[in-house]
């Protein structure tokens, strides 16, 4: 499918967005009253003797306009047209989010299916006088990042190892030119990561340490995001009941978007540089397995004793966020599926954000709802750090109370963070959006590729000298 911005165009339909407030003629009035329609957003109407589709809109807000892009281009799929032509909002940020909701939209997961249905939409015009090129260019690269982490996360367990994880990090290599280097159990051996190699022991599956660096000429500030790459999630001997088990492939969620925004970063270009960190893990059960009761002694000399084998995303953070820190970055920011209990806290459409610097948190924040992404801020406190105290080990992997789970997850990872950095990183909690199960706002069924948006937009700001 192509998008174009031009002065004007022929297509086989013309798209028009409506709201109540819009000014339409009487024709038009009375054909909407005659067939119901409200202006409601969801509703679609085509006047076939005027080869018109009206879509309805609550408001013209941003993410009103993208929301529609992307049900526009669903429902344009049952027609057999060749192109169709939509007049702009003659505003950057609004065009961006049509642009985008479009290309968001027309993601479907069907790489295994037999059968497809061919699509014979293949030209979009946005009708504006003024020139877009930065806007459409934009939208394109971080759609098709977006798309590309969506289709990874979906790739089932089987095809999907840590393995195949660093080779798709090696392809994003060679076609971008950024530098990756992959360690085995060897290298993980040598740095004394045994968090991950605990979760990893009873997989037949290795574990990989994935890193990816984009390095400018000049750069303003240097960014390490670490990306949780669990490729699938058993529980371990601590086992999820079967019906949690079934999307544990999205468990790499995190990782998957670490890979993502690199792919984003090295397309944008920006003044900064940016490192990109996924421990690339498999959780599974044999009699290798690491167990409840356990101390495990992490790469960053903190000890600690396992009370859940499914608390393991936290473990090989933490190893990932040791290293991170030798890097020397001037942010740092985790992004992983690690709580059930944050999607209890916040609901299935809102990533929580945690770390210790209210002032950044914030920014973060304003960013990422500015880029569609819902966030909302989860914060610490001391006395829900003492429910992680152990009589065995410097900390327990789970809280002893059953309330906070998401923040007490948090503050875990906060053990491993050093004085230097509390205030220069940042927790990304993505538990609730990062897989669908049922389609909303720009996300189809299935993996949504949250955490993109925000954190590109996040380093496009510092880049701007936000």
């Not at 069907?110 to 061919?118: A, D, E, G, V």
Request: glycine share 8%; net charge neutral.
């Amino acid at each position: 499918m192509n998008l174009y911005i031009k002065n004007n165009a022929e297509a086989d339909l013309e798209v028009l967005f409506v709201a109540k407030n819009s000014k339409i003629s009487q024709k038009e009035k009375k054909f909407f009253d005659i067939q119901g329609f409200s202006f409601k957003a969801g509703e679609s109407i085509f006047i076939q003797d005027s080869f018109r589709f009206y879509i309805g809109l609550d408001d013209f807000s941003i993410d009103s306009i993208r929301e529609a892009g992307a049900f526009l281009i669903k429902n344009l799929k049952k027609y057999n047209i060749k192109s169709i032509k939509i007049k702009g909002f003659g505003n950057r940020e609004k065009n961006y989010a049509l642009m985008l909701g479009i290309l968001l939209g027309d993601y479907e997961f069907n790489t295994y299916k037999t059968k497809n249905s061919k699509e014979s939409l293949k030209d979009i015009y946005i009708i504006e006088s003024s020139n877009f090129v930065d806007e459409i260019k934009k939208a394109k690269i971080l759609a098709s990042s977006i798309n590309f982490v969506r289709e990874i996360v979906n790739t089932p367990p089987n095809d999907c190892t840590p393995v195949k994880l660093a080779d798709i990090a090696k392809n994003i290599s060679k076609d971008y030119s950024i530098s990756c280097d992959v360690g085995d159990i060897k290298f993980l051996k040598k740095e004394k990561m045994n968090a991950i190699l605990a979760v990893a022991s009873a997989s037949p599956n290795e574990p990989r340490f994935i890193q990816l660096s984009y390095k400018p000429k000049k750069s303003k500030a240097k960014i390490v995001l670490v990306g949780k790459g669990l490729t699938y999630d058993t529980g371990g001997l601590s086992l999820k009941p079967a019906d949690y088990m079934t999307t544990m492939k999205a468990d790499k969620s995190g990782g998957c978007a670490v890979l993502g925004i690199m792919k984003a970063i090295a397309e944008l270009k920006p003044n900064v540089e940016v490192c990109g960190i996924i421990g690339a893990v498999e959780n599974a059960i044999s009699g290798n397995a690491y167990k409840p009761d356990d101390i495990l002694h992490t790469r960053e000399g903190v000890s600690v004793e396992v009370k859940n084998t499914d608390a393991e995303g936290r473990l090989v953070l933490a190893d990932c966020l040791s290293y991170a820190q030798d890097l020397k970055p001037d942010y740092i920011i985790d992004l992983a599926t690690l709580t059930g209990a944050c999607v209890v806290a916040l609901g299935e459409f809102s990533s929580g954000i945690m770390g210790y610097n209210d002032k950044l948190k914030r920014d973060f924040e304003n960013i990422a709802l500015k880029s569609g992404e819902l966030m909302a801020i989860l914060p610490f406190n001391k006395h829900l750090e003492k429910l992680l105290e152990s009589k065995n080990a410097d900390i327990s992997n789970i809280s002893s109370s059953r309330y906070g789970g998401a923040i007490t997850a948090g503050l875990f990872l906060g053990k491993f963070i050093r004085d230097e950095y509390k205030n220069s990183w940042l927790h990304l909690d993505i538990a609730g959006p990062a897989f669908i199960e049922k389609e909303w706002d720009v996300n189809p069924y299935g993996a949504s590729g949250v955490g993109v948006r925000s954190v590109v937009d996040f380093i496009l700001s510092i880049n701007n000298g936000a």
